[in-house]
């Protein structure tokens, strides 16, 4: 089961921790980083199957992050959902319009989270790129 590797950029310590530790007990691997430019620098060396970016970040937010990712080459295939407390349907359009794949909400509900991680990875034929 699982075993892909998801990258965590989240600067909320709590909410970091828990992602990672849902993840990590169904067997996914993970990378975490608590602001953009380092996740940047994460996903270029280890080309994740999957990234969750936080919205608001320190410095350099997760809309630029995103469109940094999708620029370059090594990174811009690599699924990239939102990782965000927005639940408002303007929200919701904001995000899509950014670019993202798809928004994972938070605070994160275990089994909700874990089905939107499996979908989210399934995306890709052959699971791990
Ligand atoms: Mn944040």
Do not use: W
Not at 3 to 30: C, M, P, S
Not at 46 to 60: E, K, S
Not at 99 to 105: E, K, N, P, Q
Not at 114 to 125: A, N, Q, S, V, Y
Request: glycine share 6%; aromatic share 4%.
């Amino acid at each position: 089961m699982a075993g892909e590797l998801i990258l965590i950029v989240e600067d909320d310590e709590l909410n970091l921790k828990l992602a990672r530790d849902t993840l990590q007990v169904k067997g996914y691997r993970t990378l975490e980083a608590n602001a953009a430019r380092r996740g940047i620098e994460l996903a270029r060396q280890h080309q994740p199957d999957l990234i969750l970016m936080d919205i608001q970040l320190p410095g350099m937010d997760g809309v630029t992050a995103l469109k940094q990712l999708k620029a370059d080459p090594f990174t811009a295939a690599i699924t990239v959902a939102a990782f965000t407390a927005s639940v408002m349907r303007d929200d919701c359009d904001r995000i899509t319009h950014a670019g993202f794949d798809a928004y994972v909400t938070k605070p994160i509900v275990v089994r909700e989270f874990l089905e939107t991680i499996r979908g989210l990875c399934d995306l890709k034929p052959g699971g791990a790129a």
